[in-house]
């Protein structure tokens, strides 16, 4: 079964920092991979599809890379509001999840 | 206002079963594949279940193959999930969510709120 696994699994950064969530797909996906922010209580929301492409919407500080195996998050300059659960999904096969990645601002 | 709905959410015994329903509006319901997504408590994201925009293709994840089955109505616009045998694995939060394009290999571009299922003695 294809599995994804996010690093960290928990992340503390301030303002301003640069962050960086990192998956990795257990076997190729090629590019069907996409990224979910989710708040406390709300329903997920899509950030990232097609590993790069920006929903309608979402603030230009959020991008995505990747291909194959490994794929990145990346927050340019964390904002407030950015508090949450990320999680990666793939779309190639069965809509696997990663386990999330908690981030907190300091 | 585009939006999905849940319910049929609440608290079953160990064994029984129980029938979440999904009410689409504000946007043509029957041209896109919908999805089930589960969250336990205090848990990550487990997709459960999808169903093609006629209805003619449904797939599951290995935890509830044989006991779930996905349908929908689309002349009212409704997903459904029969949940059988259920047990205390299968306590979540339940949210359905649409496929962004009518086939499968398609990000969810629109989530419901969830409806939440108990399964406890």
């Known amino acids: 079964d294809l599995q994804m696994t996010q690093s960290p699994s928990t992340l503390s950064a301030s303002v301003g920092d640069r962050v960086t969530i990192t998956c990795r797909a257990s076997?190729?996906?090629?590019?069907?991979l996409a990224w979910y922010q989710q708040k406390p209580g709300k329903a997920p929301k899509v950030l990232i599809y097609?590993?790069?492409s920006l929903d309608s919407g979402v603030p230009s500080r959020f991008s995505g890379s990747g291909s194959g195996t490994e794929f990145t998050l990346t927050i340019s300059s964390l904002q407030p509001d950015d508090f949450g659960t990320y999680y990666c999904?793939?779309?190639?096969?069965?809509?696997?999840f990663g386990q999330g990645t908690k981030l907190e601002i300091k | 206002q585009v939006q999905l709905v849940e319910s049929g959410g609440g608290v079953v015994q160990p064994g029984r079963s129980l029938r979440l329903s999904c009410a689409a509006s504000?946007?043509?319901?029957?041209?896109?594949?919908i999805h089930w997504v589960r969250q336990a408590p205090g848990r990550g994201l487990q997709w459960v279940s999808v169903?093609?925009?006629?209805?003619?293709?449904?797939y599951y994840a290995d935890s509830v193959k044989g006991r779930f089955t996905v349908s929908r109505d689309n002349s009212k616009n409704t997903l459904y999930l029969q949940m059988n045998s259920l047990t205390a694995e299968d306590t979540a939060l339940y949210y359905c969510a649409r496929s962004y394009s009518g086939g499968y290999s398609s990000w969810f571009d629109l989530w419901g709120q969830g409806t939440l299922v108990t399964v406890s003695s």
């Open positions: 504000g946007f043509t319901f029957n041209i896109y594949a």
């Open positions: 076997q190729s996906i090629s590019r069907w």
């Open positions: 169903i093609s925009y006629d209805g003619m293709n449904k």
């Open positions: 999904q793939e779309y190639n096969s069965y809509y696997t």
């Open positions: 097609k590993a790069s």
